[in-house]
């Protein structure tokens, strides 16, 4: 059973089941399974937009090299059980383990949120939980958080079958990724987008049926004329060299709409662009860009990019909670943006990091009570005692 189901995993990490989530202390490198594999687009690093257009877009796809290839799966350990089944991750350091032990009576236990799972060879029983004080932004976050763990496990609830779906054969987001094909309505080609849309920010906020082909999903958007992402389609777009140099420079494109840079390809460090101010109070007007960065942020995480993920998510956790620039998107940050990061350690630091900001932290949902409690010891100064 542990084989076969094996042979099916794809380059992107997955928390489906307990194996998705990374280890990066027993090995750095495997962050997310092509969290390096972004140097395929080194060789489009300092060239014009027009250089980068001249490029073959016709060619086929590439397969990596089977060490690069390699990259795409977990290799720390081998799942011993049935797929679908939360288990637990035996390399889990004591602080992982019983210092994330959370019980479902806790106030802000939330049972759509794997964060502080730690699992045992056996289900644990889910014990009855106590009564909680429900107001509204815990209940936001557990609507969030429903659709965030949906994401995170690979969309359980999509039928086996969309493997091997009617249209699987038409790829159409990878052919339009390739140059192969137009997008609809907007009737463009990916290296229109990249060399025509580019600072164009009355196009870019009043479009809506761009950023499904820019950022497709497992998921279906606003654009009916999109087409959602088959497991097919995307490990072939993990193979493909062009199609993953060109989703970056898809994502430097919205970055710059929303006065951000991608300051480093490798570690996914951004930072405000020279405009920042005009483009946060865009921002802050216009709230359905929140939508649009949460699927930017899952498109990451599924096509080979998901070491961008946590970076980013930071970026908007210090821009909103820190610095106070960004008041409109701060539920979204919190309920949204930080839950689509598929590094369960990485996640646990960005809501530490929210919780250690907070200005209110009695008011703070995003985290049970225990491990806030915990945080709190932690960071409260040592008072000396003199006999």
Not at 60 to 69: F, G, H, M, S
Not at 138 to 153: G, I, L, P, T, V
Request: charge should be neutral; charged fraction near 30%; aromatic fraction near 12%.
């Amino acid at each position: 059973m542990v084989n076969a189901w094996r042979t099916t995993r794809w380059g992107y990490n997955l928390e489906r089941p307990e194996d998705c989530e990374t280890d990066t202390k027993a090995d750095p490198k495997v962050h997310v399974q092509v969290s390096r594999s972004p140097k395929v687009g080194a060789e489009f690093r300092g060239e014009s937009p027009s250089k980068r257009a001249a490029y073959d877009y016709q060619a086929a796809p590439q397969e990596l090299p089977e060490n690069k290839r390699q990259k795409f799966h977990k290799t720390d350990r081998e799942s011993e059980e049935v797929a679908g089944e939360l288990t637990e991750d035996d390399e889990d350091s004591e602080e992982d383990g019983e210092g994330f032990r959370v019980d479902t009576s806790d106030e802000f236990y939330c049972d759509y949120d794997s964060t502080w799972e730690t699992y045992s060879r056996k289900r644990r029983s889910r014990g009855t939980r106590r009564p909680a004080h429900r107001n509204s932004k815990f209940s936001r976050f557990e609507n969030a958080a429903k659709d965030m763990q949906n994401y995170r496990h690979d969309y359980p609830s999509l039928s086996k079958s969309r493997w091997n779906e009617s249209h699987s054969d038409e790829h159409p987001n990878l052919m339009f990724y390739l140059g192969k094909r137009r997008c609809v309505p907007d009737d463009a080609l990916i290296m229109d987008f990249h060399n025509n849309w580019h600072g164009d920010y009355n196009r870019l906020e009043h479009g809506h049926s761009y950023i499904q082909w820019l950022f497709p999903l497992q998921e279906p958007g606003m654009n009916y004329q999109a087409r959602t992402l088959t497991k097919e389609e995307i490990w072939k777009f993990l193979n493909s060299k062009i199609a993953l140099a060109y989703l970056l420079e898809s994502y430097k494109l919205m970055l710059d709409f929303y006065g951000i840079e991608l300051f480093n390809e490798q570690t996914g460090e951004v930072r405000r662009r020279m405009n920042w101010k005009d483009r946060f109070d865009n921002l802050n007007r216009h709230t359905h860009n929140n939508l649009r960065i949460t699927r930017i942020l899952k498109c990451l995480g599924t096509l080979g990019y998901a070491h961008y993920q946590a970076p980013l998510v930071r970026f908007f956790l210090k821009e909103t909670i820190v610095h106070r620039e960004l008041p409109s998107i701060k539920e979204s940050v919190l309920s949204y943006f930080v839950f689509t990061v598929l590094d369960k350690k990485e996640r646990r630091l960005l809501i530490k990091y929210a919780y250690s900001n907070y200005d209110r932290r009695d008011e703070f949902v995003w985290c049970p009570k225990k491990i806030q409690m915990k945080w709190s010891r932690e960071s409260a100064p040592v008072q000396k005692t003199y006999l």
